[in-house]
């Protein structure tokens, strides 16, 4: 069969063969190749237990000869490219992928079938990790239980993160009109991917549902307030993932002061950062942020070109207010973050509870008091329940109550819930952060899944399967498998429950949300 050398497609082929640290056996044994057509060029994936599998699609340039600029799109190639690894992640910090690279643009597509007549519902994943890690080539985001039991094509994809996404230049240096949001754009480029080529994978590009968790719900949730992204998707899903407002550009400018400062780089010579080793780059990030304190902080900036105002402040913006969208977090956010294992908890009474809770409640709110409050309300709670509900409710899930609140007053279609799934795995974590993903996914079974195996867990996981690919079929995410589930008004915050009962509750936690309700929230970041 004619082909094409695939270093030339992919930018390095041992990189992209080692994209993850797997066994052999977590990977199906393919039966047979699949061969369809994009706008660019033929590729090549895999048959696998019925579905056509494709790894390491590309679709953006290297972005290491642009760097901080706005992404391109592919040159098209002739014969066939290969497509049946994973390609390299965005360079990071974590060292978790085996492989990483500034050619990181490409996505992955699981479809039970490529026939352009299908016209099957396109499921869109975008990773978290804020937006200075992650990617989705890790086992809990493989997308072969959702395509095979909604008949839905799955996608994930890979993009720039921290300063090779984010980092803004363009108050000191005129050639980076796009640095700050340059990670926004890969996606946007990748959505346009989809709306040109999933036809011939079996996909509708008019029925697009996004969907993200944590960093991954914060990038859709901004998106939908950039023009440049109308129109490109019918549906959304963030889970743990709000983004209320964006860093505003004179903090955007404080950060790259600093990271420009650890770098040894001065404004005056920013032609260096073009020429940098890729690895000087992310030794960087470890410089302070200014505004926030620890590690360096990039995301999407308000830079009046990309993105001209907040995602949902002071309302929500109402380019994307047609779209259904399902809001979620978890009951135990913070237990995810917080080791209860670690300095913050080992230890704790209610002697230091106050002094240790305070930085983690990201907002300017008397931390005394705060107990004081729970310590009444819930007189039953050790220092350690107040420590994790008190900042749960002030830190990881204010931006879900703007945004839902915000959404029901421009009288959107809105569906919000909480994941209550106590972890049988880890069970002093409860139902924390991330916890959402393999339920979603239906890769319980995953390397990182603390959700178990067992007949909950698995009756919970199809539920709530079920809800996302009804809402990327439909835009609604109703299905005969649980109760009914009303979109979200005022004042009633209608909420589904996700546990090991699946129940449909009023307003939860309305005491937390008035109490931290008295301080305004801002976005950390911003």
Request: charged fraction near 20%; proline fraction near 8%.
């Amino acid at each position: 069969m004619e082909g094409i050398d695939r270093r030339r497609f992919l930018g390095n082929s041992a990189l992209a063969a080692a994209a993850l640290s797997l066994p052999a056996a977590a990977y199906a044994a393919p039966e047979r190749s699949s061969v369809v057509s994009t706008t660019k060029g033929r590729v090549r994936g895999t048959v696998e237990d019925g579905l056509h599998v494709f790894r390491g699609l590309r679709y953006g340039q290297n972005t290491r000869p642009h760097r901080f600029q706005a992404p391109r799109a592919p040159e098209p190639w002739s014969g066939i490219a290969d497509a049946t690894a994973f390609a390299p992640s965005c360079p990071q910090r974590s060292d978790r992928y085996a492989s990483t690279s500034e050619d990181c643009l490409f996505l992955n597509v699981w479809t039970p079938g490529p026939d352009p007549r299908a016209k099957r519902p396109v499921m869109v994943y975008i990773h978290g990790g804020a937006y200075s890690s992650g990617s989705v080539v890790d086992p809990l985001n493989y997308g072969h239980h959702l395509a095979s039991r909604g008949d839905v094509v799955v996608v994930t994809l890979n993009h720039r993160l921290n300063a090779f996404g984010y980092l803004y230049l363009s108050r000191l240096d005129s050639r980076f009109p796009d640095s700050g949001n340059a990670g926004q754009l890969d996606q946007i480029l990748a959505l346009q991917w989809i709306r040109a080529n999933i036809a011939n994978f079996g996909g509708d590009p008019g029925r697009v549902m996004v969907f993200g968790q944590s960093g991954g719900g914060a990038k859709i949730a901004t998106m939908m307030g950039m023009p440049a992204a109308k129109g490109l998707f019918h549906s959304a899903a963030t889970m743990s993932g709000q983004q209320v407002t964006a860093s505003g550009p004179l903090n955007a400018t404080a950060r790259t002061h600093a990271f420009l400062a650890d770098l040894g780089v001065p404004e005056s010579d920013l032609g260096r950062l073009l020429t940098m080793p890729t690895e000087a780059l992310v030794e960087g990030l470890d410089a302070t942020d200014p505004v926030l304190g620890g590690r360096v902080y990039f995301g999407p900036v308000l830079d009046m070109k990309w993105l001209t105002r907040h995602p949902f402040w002071p309302d929500a913006n109402p380019q994307s207010n047609h779209i259904p969208m399902i809001l979620g977090n978890t009951l135990d956010e913070t237990r995810a973050f917080v080791d209860p294992d670690g300095p913050k908890i080992t230890g704790l009474d209610w002697s230091n509870i106050a002094e240790r809770m305070a930085p983690e409640l990201r907002i300017d709110i008397h931390p005394e008091w705060v107990v004081a409050q729970f310590r009444e309300r819930y007189p039953a709670y050790t220092p350690e329940q107040v420590f994790y509900a008190a900042t749960t409710a002030g830190r990881s899930w204010r931006g879900q109550v703007i945004e839902a609140d915000e959404r029901a007053r421009a009288g959107t279609p809105t569906w919000v819930y909480r994941v209550d799934y106590q972890s049988p795995v880890e069970p002093r974590r409860g139902a924390p952060h991330t916890i959402d993903i393999p339920l979603v996914f239906g890769t319980l079974d995953a390397e990182g899944s603390i959700t178990g195996t067992g007949l909950k867990a698995r009756e919970l996981s199809r539920r709530m399967m079920d809800s996302f690919i009804a809402l990327a079929r439909v835009g609604d995410p109703n299905h005969g498998g649980i109760p009914e589930w009303p979109v979200h008004t005022l004042p009633d915050r209608q909420t589904m429950l996700f546990g090991t009962e699946v129940r449909l509750t009023n307003d939860p936690r309305q005491w937390e949300r008035e109490l931290f309700g008295r301080v305004p929230y801002i976005q950390p970041g911003s």
